[in-house]
């Protein structure tokens, strides 16, 4: 009995007391990934109001006062850009590494007396699709080195993939991230479009989707190209541009014309 | 055994006779998926000359004589576009399914005196990636609807997933495949070159390449669309145009713009 009894009081020291602030997507999904971790010790969630309380089924403390915050190692905002310096500055804590999760803001937007460091999981976030979070990619930063090993035993916790990223890094990572993500599935979107108004299936589509993306994980982007732009197959290129007006025409032209300049 | 030896008969009888004419990428996926089918006979194989035999590593007889063409229920045309019409007005045979397997020809492009139907499997092809047939989308059409039978379990016997498509309606997924497949591969060629420019690993980005492929296999893209341009978050955007120029920025600016306008 002892043993088991020191065992679990060791394991509890190591575990790491982790706060969250925020009712969102990306808090959301970090919420249930906090819960299947046997690292964290998931103390508290802070939220502006209970709104999304039933949602986020959470049986842990609550709160929506920012003076009672529980003592934790990480706390961990995931709220809005435009809110995240202002939460920051309301924040009173006298111990414990702040973090923020956004793509698009510097380190320094955290302006608190706390150590600060960022959390940034590259994944597109919504509420209808389950995120497993294992397979995302965790990009973190430390204001200061000596936080770092917290900061990765952190994230390892909850992600296999944890890349070390600075400020200016992630900024680019982002733009990266809305060509690879946002501008690929607008490219989704289109076709459907295209589909919707000729009575053809969308389904037929969705393999070559799968595909499109598995192709990649492997081989080079520019290897992986194929098709009529990539080919510089004129013909079949009047023939489709025939075929699209407006908006579809001219994204047709412009990304045509850059894979071709691009061979 | 008599009665082993009559199911063989009925069995063989039942398998559908083909011959494969190309020896490019499509020729070569085909082959592989003609020789996983129990239902299919491979009877022969064209090819303009012995180059690539090595390669499509086939003990089946070969020929490089259009006028030796073995008897067969299926003649499969997978070559260059361009050559199709020239190739199927050259072939001299008396019966036989002959079909083409382009995605941007009509059916009329086959000029040869045989019935004739369009087997279009909607998948990106490249010698590198192996390619699971079952679930590569196959577009079928014939000209005699007395065919469409044959076509039909030809079809099944190597995918799970076959569309009747006539040729307006082919035509018109060959565009939005280009915008599914080829200009969304070039999305991430673009995030992989701000990367590389970056020091920035582009595995970082393989995880949420994925999961958008993913997410639009249950959920329609407009849905599933986020990030700044799907916000309307104009500082962000701004931010971001600031860190690309030339093409990028185009690209950036055209496709923003576009998400904005079907929000």
């Known amino acids: 009995m002892q043993f088991y009894f020191k065992v679990g009081i060791s394991y509890l020291r190591f575990m790491i007391k982790v706060v969250l602030l925020g009712a969102g997507n990306v808090a959301y999904h970090l919420a249930k990934a906090f819960k299947l971790s046997s690292n964290i010790n998931f ?109 990765e035993r952190f994230a390892k916790s909850i992600s296999n993939y944890v890349y070390e990223i600075d400020s200016f890094q992630r900024e680019k990572l982002h733009v990266a991230a809305v060509f690879a993500n946002n501008f690929s599935n607008h490219m989704f979107k289109i076709a459907k479009d295209i589909c919707d108004e000729h009575n053809i299936s969308f389904d037929i589509l969705k393999p070559l989707i799968k595909e499109t993306a598995e192709k990649i994980q492997n081989i080079d982007p520019k290897q992986a190209q194929t098709g009529p732009a990539k080919r510089n197959d004129q013909s079949i290129i009047k023939k489709h541009l025939e075929q699209v007006s407006g908006e579809q025409k001219e994204i047709y032209n412009i990304i045509t014309e850059s894979i071709i300049n691009n061979n």
Chains 1, 2 share one sequence.
């Open 43 to 151: 103390v508290q969630h802070y939220r502006r109001n209970n709104k999304n309380d039933a949602y986020f089924e959470l049986d842990i403390p609550k709160t929506d006062d920012l003076n009672e915050l529980k003592i934790a190692d990480i706390y961990i905002i995931a709220i809005n850009d435009d809110a995240v310096t202002s939460l920051s500055k309301q924040l009173n804590l006298t111990q414990g590494l702040v973090l923020h999760t956004s793509g698009s803001l510097p380190l320094s937007a955290l302006q608190c007396e706390n150590n600060k460091g960022v959390f940034y999981p590259l994944q597109t976030f919504s509420k209808e699709q389950t995120v497993d979070f294992k397979s995302v990619a965790i990009n973190i930063e430390v204001a200061h080195k000596k936080d770092f090993d917290l900061l």
